[in-house]
């Protein structure tokens, strides 16, 4: 007879359910990912080659600007400051925006009273926020961040509002008996189930503000990847545009698989896994 385990497998599938999970199971998706990458640069470079054109660089020519550019010094010091307007924003945000959205969420009366508010504030354009923001507060960082949180905040108040919604008040009963204090109520009770919404707010938050600081930028500051890329565009340099754009998305997917990756794993450690 052959040895079974508890799921009803021969202990050799299992074995080799579990040897697939280890090393080969890490290595695959990357060389996946690098094959793809890859391959989308040898499109890159037939398309350039078969249209060669000032307006169409092939990946060599982008590769030497940011090199250039690296070398120089400009490309890590435009990358810093807007990657500090970013993280700014995004605290900024996901702060005002968590608060608000929690609080909505656990008073009906409060959020019906301001939910045309929140509407209003997720319909408004992201160009005109910024365009007042320069006009009322004028052209600074100031001004800047907080015309990308505003723009930001009442997307993380809609998700983190939802997740208050959907509070489970039998944990809140057991605070109440266990005379849990405030911090450890959100500790312990809050905190856990919000993660998920916490988690999807976060994600898109980041992909969101990045993109509207490069705006930010080009309309109002004086350096900056977008600045950057307004300056390029002005000496129709299209290597330097796509040399700093694909610089500044090379960070951003490290800051998703090195940071935000990480800590959502993290914080949903406690959560039941599917076998």
């Given at each position: 007879?052959?040895?079974r385990d508890t799921g009803g497998r021969t202990l050799g599938e299992t074995a080799g359910m579990s040897g697939r999970s280890g090393p080969a199971a890490t290595l695959i998706p990357a060389l996946t990912v690098t094959i793809?990458?890859?391959g989308l640069c040898l499109l890159w470079s037939l398309a350039a080659n078969a249209w060669p054109s000032r307006a169409f660089p092939g990946p060599g020519q982008v590769w030497q600007v940011l090199l250039r550019e690296a070398a120089s010094g400009d490309l890590f010091y435009h990358l810093g400051t807007t990657l500090a307007r970013v993280a700014a924003a995004y605290i900024v945000a996901m702060i005002v925006g968590?608060?608000?959205?929690?609080?909505?969420?656990s008073h009906r009366g409060a959020d019906r009273f301001f939910n045309p508010w929140v509407i209003l504030f997720l319909n408004i354009p992201a160009l005109v926020i910024i365009v007042l923001a320069y006009i009322w507060f004028g052209l600074n960082d100031v001004a800047a961040i907080g015309a990308v949180a505003v723009n930001k905040i009442p997307n993380v108040v809609v998700t983190m509002r939802e997740g208050a919604r959907?509070?489970?008040?039998?944990?809140?009963?057991?605070?109440?008996?266990?005379r849990f204090g405030f911090l450890d109520r959100v500790r312990h009770i809050l905190l856990p189930q919000?993660?998920?919404y916490l988690a999807a707010a976060s994600r898109s938050g980041i992909a969101l503000i990045w993109k509207i600081v490069l705006v930010v930028e080009l309309l109002?500051?004086?350096?900056?990847?977008g600045f950057q890329i307004y300056l390029y565009f002005q000496l129709f340099d299209v290597a330097a545009i796509l040399a700093y754009t694909l610089a500044f998305v090379?960070?951003?997917?490290v800051i998703e698989l090195l940071l935000v990756q990480p800590?959502?794993?993290h914080a949903a450690r406690w959560r039941r896994r599917p076998t």
């Open positions: 007879m052959t040895a793809s990458l890859l968590s608060v608000i959205g929690i609080l909505l969420g959907a509070l489970d008040p039998s944990y809140a009963e057991m605070a109440a008996v266990y919000l993660q998920p109002g500051r004086s350096n900056g990847v090379a960070v951003m997917l800590v959502e794993r």
